[in-house]
């Protein structure tokens, strides 16, 4: 698979670009994951279907949702790790190789990668 990797500065509106770009290039739902900076971490995003509210192309993994700090980094085997909502649409890492570490595992746990 390629990988396509862009940063997002936190607060701009990436979602509707994304579509775009996607419907552009002929890849449409290609994208899974998108990470950005906020404040004092990265997150890892889960790209929603288009159209379909809270609907995610690939949530994070099950066993991650509504785990935090070492608790996850145990579990995910991923050092700095914040949290994974219980939805499963954001997470964070307190590094950005942490949260690009969480999307490529994300991937090839849910036989993605």
Request: proline letters at 3%.
């Amino acid at each position: 698979k390629q990988w396509y990797q862009r940063r997002v500065r936190e607060g701009c509106p990436w979602k509707e670009h994304l579509y775009n770009l996607e419907e552009e290039a002929g890849c449409e739902g290609s994208v899974l994951y998108v990470i950005s900076q906020s404040s004092d971490s990265h997150r890892v995003m889960a790209v929603g279907v288009r159209g379909e509210g809270f609907t995610n192309r690939l949530s994070l993994p099950e066993k991650w949702m509504g785990v935090r700090d070492e608790a996850l980094s145990e579990i995910s085997g991923i050092p700095q790790c914040v949290f994974v909502h219980a939805n499963g649409f954001i997470g964070g890492n307190k590094t950005e190789e942490g949260a690009l570490a969480m999307a490529v595992k994300s991937l090839d746990m849910q036989g993605q990668a």
